[in-house]
């Protein structure tokens, strides 16, 4: 009998195990370049939860301070043309946004789907304070791309456009 209950306690715990790994997607983050990717910057854990999608950053090498960070329409983070010049990470598309609302207004609001909570570097450029994208399925993300901007983001459109978070400084695909 005692064997018989080891076994089955076995069985159930990979079975738990399994099921916490189903719900999670790790993805590489990398520096994007005119050229293309560059150096890898740490991961992101994206964990479904009751609450939304529970994003854990182990990332490193960014300036201080607040940085933008969306889910992006196309899941590629190369360069793209725009105005004559090579563009990092804009083969990411737009923030993704399948109700075509074409508004910016955060992750607690009916704007683009794509707009995350801030990410937060410290003094040494680390980044692993979780954040909760409470509108965000797991299933959203796959074969997307996830970018953080090089600045912070105000979640409107004014004074500039997107929040305001600039450049694409990094960015990882979600595979499907």
Known sequence: MKKVSSIL?????????????ADQIVIEMRYVTADGTGEKIGTLTASETLYGTLFT????????????????????CGPKEKEGRKVPGLAAGGHY?????????????????????????????????????????????????????AGGDNYADSPQALGGGGARIACGVVDN
Not at 57 to 76: K, T
Not at 117 to 138: E, M, N
């Open 9 to 21: 306690c076995a069985i159930l715990l990979a079975t738990l195990i399994g099921a916490v790994q």
């Open 57 to 76: 950053p182990e990332l490193s090498g960014l300036a201080p301070g607040l940085h933008g960070f969306h889910l992006h329409a196309e899941g590629q």
């Open 97 to 149: 946004d399948p109700e075509d609302t074409g508004a910016h207004k955060g992750p607690f609001s009916n704007g683009h789907l794509g707009d995350l909570p801030a990410l937060y570097a410290d003094q040494s450029g680390k980044v692993d304070h979780p954040v909760l994208a409470p509108r965000v399925q797991l299933n959203d993300l796959k074969g997307r791309a996830l970018v953080i901007h």
